[in-house]
């Protein structure tokens, strides 16, 4: 999605930058319009490095491409992050004496404003009247907080944390096709000690079933997310709209999984599971000396979590799994997913390939879905976020 992220002069555009961050981590691309003044607080470099696009701020430049218009008509999305008193008063009354006031004017897209101000302007009428006429336009304001303010002083005005602006900001735009529906996504890779200090793991990144819970929040859902060891930084930006519950071991994943599933209505299992676990875990780091040149571990199998949430599942429940495979033919590969589909007895599975170099860690995904009988019924190619979209269109 084309998002246009306005930065006004606040100190708070300091944060802005995780906002940008998040919107492109979610496979969006970001064009910052930015105030001279917000120039003041954040460098043009680190946006530009983290937007990954030319930042725009002067009206009189790209005058030949009608710039002042063409970033609004592109934009499927406006954020403004912070949006300063002064700002707000602007964008009341159609001012367009900048390009951040050209751009919204331009453009037809949902405006989510995240007001930053000390409190005396957020409170002062003229700020409470903009307001409210910029939210009975149908405008988006997210916050702003209660909390400390840039001196001493504290209360309403600190501007909304960035995972917060950017789920408002999706909520803003999306269908709202699964509002309210109660949705179990568990992602990560679990891990067995073998002693305090190792583990027998896998290299699921989290980043799929991240992104499967992020859309499925950003389109209404009352999403659980059930994480195990995720990579740094995959849930940044999430807000509050999910409820994260951490776990580590296969059977903790187990045991979180079994007791939220009894509500779900959709579950998606995109969590990469360690199916055998060591018979016995060392209290005490296991030594050389003691172990000699060869370490035999016996490992002894783990629930299959999947197969037990499909033994119990209950009228109207959808059970998606996923399947990671090194298979490299199509045909093969397909037939191992209906196998699969079969055997745990999902109504739909997630199929990729894996392998050294792919998907583990990427932002990008390639998948085919299958229903209960094996038969494709879609294919997705391209972000995580964007194959988390397609994922959720077809299982809803
Ligand atoms: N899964 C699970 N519990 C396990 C193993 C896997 O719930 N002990 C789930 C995964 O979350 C995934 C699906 O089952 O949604 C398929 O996982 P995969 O590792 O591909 O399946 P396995 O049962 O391990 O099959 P195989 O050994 O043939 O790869």
């Given at each position: 999605m084309n998002v246009v992220v306005g930065i006004t002069g606040?100190?708070?555009?300091?944060?802005?930058?995780?906002?940008v961050?998040?919107?492109?981590?979610?496979?969006h691309d970001v064009h910052v319009v930015a105030t001279d003044a917000a120039l003041?607080?954040?460098?043009r470099p680190?946006l530009e490095?983290?937007s990954r696009n030319p930042v725009h701020s002067e009206l009189y430049e790209g005058v030949a491409e009608v710039r002042h218009v063409a970033i609004g008509q592109a934009a499927e999305l406006i954020v403004v992050?912070?949006?300063?008193?002064?700002t707000?008063?602007k964008l009341?009354?159609g001012l367009a004496d900048d390009l951040l006031g050209n751009t919204v004017l331009a453009s037809s897209a949902?405006l989510?404003?995240?007001?930053?101000?000390?409190?005396?302007?957020?409170?002062?009428?003229?700020?409470?009247?903009?307001?409210?006429?910029?939210?009975?336009?149908?405008?988006?304001?997210?916050?702003?907080?209660?909390?400390?303010?840039?001196?001493?002083?504290?209360?309403?005005?600190?501007?909304?944390?960035?995972?917060?602006?950017?789920?408002?900001?999706?909520?803003?735009?999306?269908?709202?096709?699964?509002?309210?529906?109660?949705?179990?996504?568990?992602?990560?890779?679990?891990?067995?000690?073998?002693?305090?200090?190792?583990?027998?793991?896998?290299?699921?990144?989290?980043?799929?079933?991240?992104?499967?819970?992020?859309?499925?929040?950003?389109?209404?859902?009352?999403?659980?997310?059930?994480?195990?060891?995720?990579?740094?930084?995959?849930?940044?930006?999430?807000?509050?709209?999910?409820?994260?519950?951490?776990?580590?071991?296969?059977?903790?994943?187990?045991?979180?999984?079994?007791?939220?599933?009894?509500?779900?209505?959709?579950?998606?299992?995109?969590?990469?599971?360690?199916?055998?676990?060591?018979?016995?875990?060392?209290?005490?780091?296991?030594?050389?000396?003691?172990?000699?040149?060869?370490?035999?571990?016996?490992?002894?199998?783990?629930?299959?979590?999947?197969?037990?949430?499909?033994?119990?599942?209950?009228?109207?429940?959808?059970?998606?799994?996923?399947?990671?495979?090194?298979?490299?033919?199509?045909?093969?590969?397909?037939?191992?997913?209906?196998?699969?589909?079969?055997?745990?007895?999902?109504?739909?599975?997630?199929?990729?390939?894996?392998?050294?170099?792919?998907?583990?860690?990427?932002?990008?995904?390639?998948?085919?879905?299958?229903?209960?009988?094996?038969?494709?019924?879609?294919?997705?190619?391209?972000?995580?976020?964007?194959?988390?979209?397609?994922?959720?269109?077809?299982?809803?």
């Amino acid at each position: 999605m084309n998002v246009v992220v306005g930065i006004t002069g606040g100190i708070a555009a300091y944060k802005a930058v995780n906002v940008v961050r998040g919107l492109v981590l979610a496979g969006h691309d970001v064009h910052v319009v930015a105030t001279d003044a917000a120039l003041r607080f954040v460098g043009r470099p680190t946006l530009e490095a983290i937007s990954r696009n030319p930042v725009h701020s002067e009206l009189y430049e790209g005058v030949a491409e009608v710039r002042h218009v063409a970033i609004g008509q592109a934009a499927e999305l406006i954020v403004v992050a912070p949006a300063t008193a002064n700002t707000i008063a602007k964008l009341a009354h159609g001012l367009a004496d900048d390009l951040l006031g050209n751009t919204v004017l331009a453009s037809s897209a949902p405006l989510v404003l995240a007001p930053a101000m000390h409190t005396e302007m957020w409170q002062n009428p003229a700020t409470v009247a903009n307001v409210a006429a910029l939210r009975s336009r149908g405008v988006h304001i997210v916050g702003p907080e209660t909390g400390q303010l840039t001196g001493t002083d504290a209360g309403p005005g600190r501007m909304a944390e960035p995972g917060e602006i950017i789920a408002e900001a999706l909520r803003a735009v999306r269908p709202r096709d699964l509002e309210a529906r109660r949705v179990l996504v568990t992602a990560g890779g679990t891990r067995e000690p073998l002693d305090p200090v190792r583990f027998i793991g896998n290299r699921s990144s989290g980043k799929q079933g991240v992104a499967v819970a992020r859309a499925a929040a950003a389109r209404g859902a009352d999403v659980t997310l059930i994480v195990a060891n995720l990579d740094d930084g995959v849930m940044d930006g999430l807000g509050s709209a999910v409820k994260v519950l951490h776990v580590s071991t296969t059977r903790e994943l187990q045991e979180a999984t079994l007791l939220a599933a009894g509500t779900a209505e959709l579950i998606v299992m995109a969590a990469a599971v360690a199916d055998y676990r060591p018979e016995t875990v060392a209290s005490d780091k296991i030594k050389k000396e003691t172990q000699g040149d060869t370490l035999e571990l016996r490992l002894v199998k783990n629930p299959d979590i999947l197969h037990e949430l499909t033994d119990a599942r209950h009228d109207d429940q959808v059970i998606v799994g996923f399947a990671a495979e090194t298979e490299p033919d199509r045909d093969a590969l397909l037939t191992l997913g209906a196998a699969k589909a079969a055997r745990k007895g999902v109504d739909y599975l997630v199929v990729n390939r894996v392998g050294w170099t792919e998907t583990f860690g990427s932002d990008e995904n390639s998948v085919m879905v299958l229903d209960a009988r094996g038969h494709i019924v879609a294919e997705a190619d391209g972000s995580k976020a964007s194959v988390a979209e397609r994922i959720l269109d077809v299982v809803r």
